[in-house]
């Protein structure tokens, strides 16, 4: 037999059912809204007040939403978040039951890790140092900057492996990535101090900007220098950006 998730179990959805026993949007919609403890779909013609109001004036402005309308933005985000669920496969591979606890733990924090992103593309562990392969793929020159796409998927990762059953262990995480060439750019993380900053508000994305250590090949340090020069750049990322500025192209 297999164990992981049951035959039949095709996505994981907001309930955490799959397949046919998958509520419907609708269902699953209401569970979103329910769960929200800070949020609640006000009755119709209800509307709640948002006050705006910007540092060193004294004006508001106030921005009514209605409840129905929240409820339908609410309801949108919870269906979002299911199909994305879906894509992504199941949250557990399915393993063969004759498996050590050990095995057991070790190929479902590998499954986790790439599941996260398909450029998570190979891990290998080494004791309480876990190193993971970033392999993203081509895009046009017109597209996103490579900086801010590896750090939503590393903290990505990160928070996969400190997750998964076994993760918390790991003591150190290193990413290899090819932005240009095989591994030129490399980021090291102590993971001690992960918890302490995931629940704030983009708190995987800022732990993924500040590694204990990073290294560039040349091109990579030159183009990451260019994307920090851009004040949007600096501003989502400032940890990151400071420590490329004092970084020194690694001898290859």
């Not at 800070?38 to 009755?43: I, M």
């Not at 409820?71 to 557990?92: D, H, M, S, V």
């Not at 399915?94 to 986790?112: F, G, I, K, V, Y």
Request: charged letters at 25%; proline letters at 6%; a positive charge.
């Amino acid at each position: 037999m297999l164990r992981g998730r049951r035959p039949g179990d095709h996505c994981p959805t907001a309930t955490g059912r799959c397949g046919k026993d998958a509520p419907s949007r609708r269902k699953a919609s209401a569970w979103a809204l329910e769960s929200m403890s800070d949020v609640r779909p006000a009755r119709a013609g209800r509307a709640f007040a948002v006050k705006w109001e910007p540092l060193g004036e004294s004006t508001h402005m106030d921005v009514k939403i209605g409840g129905t309308a929240l409820a339908i933005i609410l309801a949108g985000l919870a269906i979002t978040f299911g199909l994305n669920e879906c894509q992504r496969g199941p949250l557990n591979p399915e393993l063969p039951d004759n498996l050590s606890d050990e095995q057991t733990a070790w190929l479902t924090l590998e499954h986790r890790i790439k599941r996260a992103d398909p450029a998570l593309a190979e891990v290998s562990r080494d004791q309480q140092a876990l190193t993971i392969l970033y392999r993203p793929g081509k895009v046009a020159d017109n597209e996103e900057a490579w900086v801010p796409r590896m750090l939503r998927t590393v903290g990505q990762g990160l928070a996969a492996v400190n997750n998964a059953p076994g993760g918390k262990q790991y003591a150190q995480v290193t990413i290899k990535a090819h932005i240009v060439a095989a591994d030129d750019v490399e980021l090291v993380y102590g993971m001690d101090s992960f918890d302490a900053i995931k629940t704030q508000q983009g708190g995987y994305i800022n732990f993924a900007s500040m590694p204990r250590e990073l290294k560039f090949s040349r091109e990579t340090l030159a183009q990451a220098r260019e994307y920090c020069r851009d004040p949007s750049g600096w501003g989502f990322y400032p940890e990151f950006c400071q420590r490329v500025g004092a970084a020194k192209a690694a001898q290859r």
